[in-house]
């Protein structure tokens, strides 16, 4: 769609050392930074159209989290978890070397800015949940959990593209040409042929062995955190969103940061921040005053 500028900072794990990509787009001198992390099984890329829109205002910045796009894959499948992800985002932010960034989180990477915002002196100056938030419904983590890593390879583009279709009609309504264009940086080229997904299957390891108990000891965790939080911070909900709920998104409103809420219409989980409904709320809540 336009150039963008790969690089790469190197991260720790208990394994050793693993290469983080990361993309930018805007003035590289900018000190105005914005950080948007992708969800479970996507990569950086996806924020393009965001990032195309916002860059004469931000230096705007899309990592692959560890084991998904240009970044490498854990030698350890248990590393793919939250901890590791906000320990590689902390190495990120000080490669960037800015006081503060504001940060946009999509899934996944809305709970990682929660973690990392919700820390004492933490950078982030102002979060955005899309469609994420401390209490995620065991339906939802279930069905994530029977998707990822399934069906990574495929004869072609359009089989692959048809195979994303399936999994993702929360993301909102694209033409076939249009989703193939989103969702080829999804795609690799496979051994022997045809194309695979971009992403390493174990990063399903620790979804895959989630029971309803560990998710209800992981959400008071989740909503500590997000009760300490003192950063403004905006959650853009999917009307039809099943991961999220009203309830949740009314108890996020109420308290912690109390979370201005908007609800977009015509997504469920999770809106790709792609078109001029979804950039208006987020764009009045990053330059407000």
């Not at 992981?218 to 939080?229: S, T």
């Amino acid at each position: 769609m336009t150039e963008s500028r790969l690089h790469h900072v190197h991260a720790l794990s208990p394994s050793g050392l693993h290469r983080v990509a990361y993309r930018e787009w805007g003035d590289a001198g900018n000190p105005r930074v914005l950080v948007c992390v992708h969800g479970l099984t996507r990569q950086g890329r996806d924020f393009e159209p965001l990032a195309l829109r916002l860059r004469s205002h931000y230096r705007v910045v899309a990592p692959d989290i560890v084991g998904r796009g240009d970044s490498d894959w854990l030698p350890d499948p248990a590393g793919y978890a939250l901890p590791q992800y906000v320990a590689d985002m902390v190495v990120l932010l000080a490669r960037l070397n800015v006081p503060e960034v504001d940060w946009v989180g999509t899934s996944m990477g809305g709970l990682i800015g929660l973690a990392l915002a919700s820390l004492p002196h933490s950078p982030v100056r102002r979060l955005v949940l899309n469609d994420v938030g401390p209490s995620l419904e065991w339906a939802a983590l279930s069905r994530l959990g029977s998707q990822v890593g399934q069906a990574m390879h495929f004869a072609d583009e359009a089989q692959a593209a048809r195979a994303l279709r399936e999994v993702s009609m929360g993301f909102g309504d694209f033409t076939d040409a249009e989703w193939l264009a989103f969702n080829r940086p999804m795609l690799r080229p496979a051994e022997g042929g045809g194309v695979r997904l971009h992403h390493d299957p174990a990063i399903a390891h620790n979804l895959q062995a989630l029971t309803p108990a560990i998710a209800a000891a992981g959400e008071v965790q989740l909503w500590d955190a997000y009760d300490r939080l003192r950063r403004p911070t905006l959650l853009l909900r999917g009307a039809n969103s099943d991961l999220i709920t009203a309830e949740t998104a009314q108890a996020m409103a109420a308290r912690g940061p109390k979370a201005r809420v908007v609800t977009l219409p015509g997504v469920g989980h999770a809106s790709m921040l792609d078109r001029e409904a979804q950039w208006t709320p987020l764009e009045g809540f990053l330059f407000a005053p």
